[in-house]
């Protein structure tokens, strides 16, 4: 998924991390709300399943509307919370997409869907050093995953995701950024020692930096839906 690139909940030290990073996004409050119904059951399910529906059709608008329905009925279904997420993060609004991921863990959402819409919503909200843990986080329990309402945005997407923020972190974070390229394309070849390596495409880059942007550049083209 083409955007300007910590789980289940017993993993209790990524919850501040997280709520953190939704305190400087402006919307955070990680108690359950007190109001708001309590209902849970088919008209429940059947809602957050209509949600899921439009928005697997890329209607993002009407899937947010089913949701909150869905929340109005059970304030403290994570289903929803997520499906609210994940609803914000492609109508472009990050600050809401963290909130509502954040609440989804907090719920304790038992897959990691929410986890991967969190590390994504970070990526574009420039907290490159979290989304890089919490899509490494993703990968060493599921090193295969995949989103389960689109499974075109996959593994390979965190992988890209890690490679895209390590750049933007520096010189430091190159290993890890070339680490995670090599994943996606074990013969890119690129060595930072070796100038004749700095080859992507037909095109010889001056720096290893820059090889290495314009590589995960192609590799964005190729793997973002």
Not at 173 to 180: E, G, K, R, T
Request: hydrophobic share 45%; net charge negative; proline share 5%.
């Amino acid at each position: 998924m083409k955007r300007e690139m910590t789980l289940p909940g017993k993993e209790s030290w990524i919850v501040p991390l997280i709520l953190a990073v939704a305190v400087a996004a402006g919307a955070c409050n990680t108690a359950p709300p007190e109001d708001g119904g309590g209902g849970s059951g088919p008209d429940v399910s059947a809602t957050i399943a209509l949600g899921w529906t439009a928005w697997e059709a890329a209607d993002y608008s009407t899937a947010f509307d089913h949701f909150e329905d869905a929340f109005s009925q059970n304030a403290t279904s994570a289903e929803a919370r997520n499906g609210l997420g994940w609803a914000e993060l492609f109508r472009g609004h990050m600050s809401q997409a963290i909130y509502h991921f954040d609440y989804a863990m907090y719920l304790q959402l038992p897959v990691f869907d929410a986890h991967l819409g969190m590390a994504i919503a970070l990526r574009d909200s420039a907290h490159y050093s979290n989304a890089i843990l919490t899509a490494q986080q993703i990968l060493e329990a599921i090193p295969r995953y995949e989103f389960s309402h689109r499974t075109s945005i996959n593994w390979k997407d965190l992988r890209l995701l890690i490679a895209a923020c390590a750049i933007r972190r520096g010189e430091d974070y190159f290993d890890l950024a070339q680490a995670n390229v090599d994943s996606l394309d074990p013969g890119n070849g690129l060595d930072p020692d070796t100038p004749a390596t700095w080859v992507v495409g037909s095109t010889t880059y001056d720096s290893y930096p820059e090889a290495l942007i314009k590589k995960i550049e192609a590799l964005e083209a190729v793997i973002d839906p």
